[in-house]
Structure formats: C-alpha cells, structure tokens
C-alpha cells in the first residue's frame, strides 16, 4: 500500500507521549460459519443452491504491551442461540461478551451496552 509507512510514522508520532500500558488496540473480523465452498471435488457445479450467510463477528482489543487482554466481543444474529442451550452452556459465564443484532453487525448501539 502507497503511504502505509508515512502513516505508521504519523501513528507512532501520536502514541509517543502515552505509555504502551495506555496504548489500546482493537480489531474486528467476520466469519460466515454456514458457508459452503466455492470449489469442490466435484468436477460439475451445482445449480439452484444458494449460499448461507449466516454471520458472526468476532472483536477483540488488548493493549500495546500485551498486559491487558479485554475479552472477546461475538455479535451473533440471535439474543440467545440454541447450539448454547442445548449444551447446556450459561453464554454469561463464558469469558466473552455476546451481543446480538439482526445482521451480526458491530453497530454503535451494541459497543455503548
């Protein structure tokens, strides 16, 4: 990328005053876990089957030394999602922080919660 390294200079000239313990860092990423392949073994594609985009996005932040691991941001689709249920597994006592909306979306809304 053109520019990238003039811009890491002017990021690192911003954080410099702060100690890395104050320095946060957050990145976010998308995963459609019901996705099917685009290639296959097969040697004919199959017509008339449409793709799921069933999504989850996945947040994390930690700060510039490594000292402060925040926990893990999952925004699914449903408030409480069966697969938990039936496991038996309590999503509050997990070491993440589940959210919801309706596309699976780090919105506003759901970072002020």
Same mark, same amino acid.
């Given at each position: 990328?053109?520019?990238?390294?003039?811009?890491?200079?002017?990021?690192?000239?911003?954080?410099?005053?702060?100690?890395?313990?104050?320095?946060?860092?957050?990145? $976010?990423?998308?995963? #459609?876990?019901? !996705?099917?392949?685009?290639?296959? +073994?097969?040697?004919?594609?199959?017509?008339?089957? &449409? /793709?799921?985009?069933?999504?989850?996005?996945?947040?994390?932040?930690?700060?510039?030394?490594?000292?402060?691991?925040?926990?893990?941001?999952?925004?699914?689709?449903?408030? $409480?999602?069966?697969? #938990?249920?039936? !496991?038996?597994?309590?999503?509050? +006592?997990?070491?993440?922080?589940?959210?919801?909306? &309706? /596309?699976?979306?780090?919105?506003?809304?759901?970072?002020?919660?």
């Amino acid at each position: 990328m053109e520019g990238a390294e003039d811009r890491m200079v002017e990021l690192r000239a911003i954080v410099a005053p702060y100690l890395l313990i104050d320095v946060y860092n957050m990145d $976010k990423t998308g995963l #459609f876990w019901k !996705a099917t392949l685009d290639t296959t +073994l097969a040697t004919k594609t199959l017509l008339g089957i &449409k /793709k799921q985009k069933v999504r989850v996005s996945l947040a994390n932040c930690s700060n510039a030394d490594g000292s402060d691991k925040l926990p893990l941001w999952i925004i699914g689709a449903l408030i $409480k999602p069966r697969c #938990f249920a039936a !496991a038996r597994v309590n999503i509050n +006592l997990l070491d993440i922080l589940w959210r919801s909306n &309706k /596309k699976a979306w780090i919105i506003t809304v759901i970072m002020l919660n």
